[in-house]
């Protein structure tokens, strides 16, 4: 069973540019939810994808978006970077449905801002 | 709103002894679950132990386990028999109702020292 993997591992951008960040989930799941975590916070929930649909979105400018292909992997992509965008950027993949499955997370990519 | 707070940003616990991590929440949602996840230098998120707030026994996973006060809304992971491999930021997440984001507090840095 291949686990949640996310590419690249640091990126560092400057202001402006745009950047995508990948993700694939963990075999057999359909589901993916991004998170941002800031340096010293907790990750914060970007949006999710269940079924190639986006199934939810946290308090995110639309400049942040995504997409979810027929394999289930993940793309999160950010436009007009700033300072601020700068952190952690989780993925994690889950199967979906109403009751509670486990969200198993990647090893996240660095992006720094300049 | 949902929220999750930890009041300890960081503490400390020498190896073999045990240590109280607190958490405590708010939701309006009876569907719930709790969370303990471990994010250790390599960063990759872990889950610790979770809690379904139906159930009244707290969880338990082999040297973790909870004390969920359901009333009082609070949700405290203790470690026994620390280990080294134990030092890592302990984070506490909420998942209500039928949206599958987390929501999740601050993050506590627990040192094991030897």
């Known amino acids: 069973e291949t686990g949640v993997t996310q590419s690249p591992t640091h990126l560092i951008k400057t202001r402006g540019q745009q950047v995508t960040l990948r993700c694939s989930s963990q075999?057999?799941?359909?589901?993916v939810s991004w998170y941002q975590q800031a340096l010293g916070q907790g990750p914060q929930f970007i949006f999710q994808?269940?079924?190639?649909?986006?199934?939810g979105r946290g308090n995110f400018p639309p400049r942040f978006s995504g997409l979810q292909f027929p394999n289930y992997s993940s793309e999160l992509n950010v436009n007009a970077l700033e300072l601020d965008d700068s952190a952690l950027y989780l993925c994690?993949?889950?199967?979906?449905?109403?009751?509670?499955?486990?969200?198993?997370f990647g090893p996240g990519t660095r992006l720094t801002v300049l | 709103a949902q929220t999750v707070t930890q009041s300890q940003p960081e503490m400390s616990v020498q190896e073999a002894e045990t240590v109280t991590l607190s958490c405590t929440y708010d939701t309006s949602e009876n569907n719930y679950y709790l969370f303990w996840y471990k994010q250790p230098p390599s960063r990759q998120m872990i889950l610790v132990i979770r809690q379904e707030a139906y159930k009244q026994q707290n969880a338990t996973e082999n040297r973790f386990s909870v004390n969920f006060q359901k009333a009082a809304k609070s949700f405290s992971l203790k470690i026994s028999d620390s280990q080294l491999g134990d030092t890592a930021m302990y984070f506490c997440?909420?998942?209500?109702?039928?949206?599958?984001?987390?929501?999740w507090g601050l993050g506590t840095s627990l040192a094991v020292n030897p």
């Open positions: 075999s057999g799941h359909n589901t």
């Open positions: 994690a993949s889950s199967l979906g449905g109403r009751a509670f499955n486990e969200q198993f």
């Open positions: 994808y269940y079924r190639e649909e986006e199934n």
């Open positions: 997440a909420l998942e209500a109702g039928n949206n599958r984001k987390l929501i």
